[in-house]
């Protein structure tokens, strides 16, 4: 069970050179609070304070006052399920978990309903009292494992999605030598709703990759992308005939291992609260690394 409340409000406390700025530039420019957040904020009474007392954004604020503004009440439609977590950070802002592969990230209208990993969030929260609002920040395919940030309330997702950085370790066939960019265009195939492939009709797409480890014709590569296609990862490797071991959507073969092999090994992002970047990593999982070595996980 949670022990760690989700925030309901924020509080800044006006430095020394932000004195005599209109709280509405401070709130929106110096601290990142979005328009809509603040027009929330604005409906409730006492939704904006200074000191505990009632603040418009058009009044001064000076240095040495606390500012408290409330975030948007919180809501959920995801139904709460028993599905396990694996937590590896938490405060009141920001839950991030490991997930494993074979699980969906959100609930969908047809298939999956009350089995994903939002699903889990909610039960979490709801277990601990917590009137839960969730949002995933960094979206991993139901067969890919790794890291996901989740936001608790809109003003973490909204700051989360400036400054997140993501690193990935997939396993792909054939040797590759050299670091490389691929910088190749990806839309939708035009009979199917998920499948994606190259193409000169589509949206920029550009990912950096890094060779780490080769072995018995595969190669264990660390990726970081600049862009955020949908499929981006699987389609590119396929594109220069190197498709994700078990991706058989895409080229890979499944004698191996049957899903794609693609892991979210790290995630860093901005925290706005404590004002620091946080770092976390989670270990390649087992089937993938046993496609290196048969036995050994590769730490």
């Given amino acids: 069970m949670s022990s760690v409340k989700a925030a309901t409000e924020l509080d800044f406390a006006v430095p020394l050179e932000c004195d005599g700025m209109l709280l509405g530039n401070f709130l929106h420019r110096i601290k990142g609070v979005s328009q809509r957040i603040i027009r929330s904020a604005k409906r409730r009474e006492l939704g904006i304070t200074a000191d505990g007392a009632h603040m418009r954004t058009v009044d001064f604020i000076r240095a040495g006052q606390n500012i408290r503004i409330l975030l948007p009440e919180p809501s959920c439609t995801a139904e709460p399920a028993d599905i396990e977590l694996d937590i590896a950070y938490e405060d009141e802002h920001y839950l991030i978990l490991n997930k494993g592969s074979g699980i969906p990230v959100h609930p969908t209208s ?55 950085e993501k690193e990935y370790l997939a396993v792909c066939e054939g040797e590759l030598d050299n670091p490389g960019v691929i910088d190749a265009p990806i839309a939708r195939v035009s009979d199917s709703i998920i499948k994606r492939c190259v193409s000169k009709d589509g949206a920029r797409a550009v990912t950096h990759y890094t ?89």
Avoid: W
């Fill in 211 to 299: 060779p780490l480890k080769r072995f018995n014709g595969l190669t264990l590569v660390s990726i970081r992308l600049e862009t955020g296609r949908t499929h981006q990862i699987r389609v590119h490797f396929s594109h220069i005939g190197h498709p994700l071991a078990g991706d058989d959507m895409y080229g890979g073969g499944t004698e191996l291992i049957t899903r794609q092999a693609l892991h979210c090994s790290r995630i860093s992002f901005l925290h706005p609260i404590l004002n620091k970047r946080l770092r976390f990593e989670a270990p390649l999982p087992n089937d993938m690394s046993e496609l290196l070595d048969g036995s050994h996980k590769i730490n």
């Fill in 110 to 164: 047809n298939i999956h309903i009350n089995d994903t990993l939002l699903n889990g969030i909610a039960r979490y929260m709801r277990d601990c009292g917590d009137l839960y609002s969730v949002s995933i920040v960094n979206r991993l395919d139901r067969d890919t494992s790794g890291l996901v940030l989740t936001a608790k309330n809109a003003y973490a997702a909204e700051l989360a999605a400036r400054s997140v």
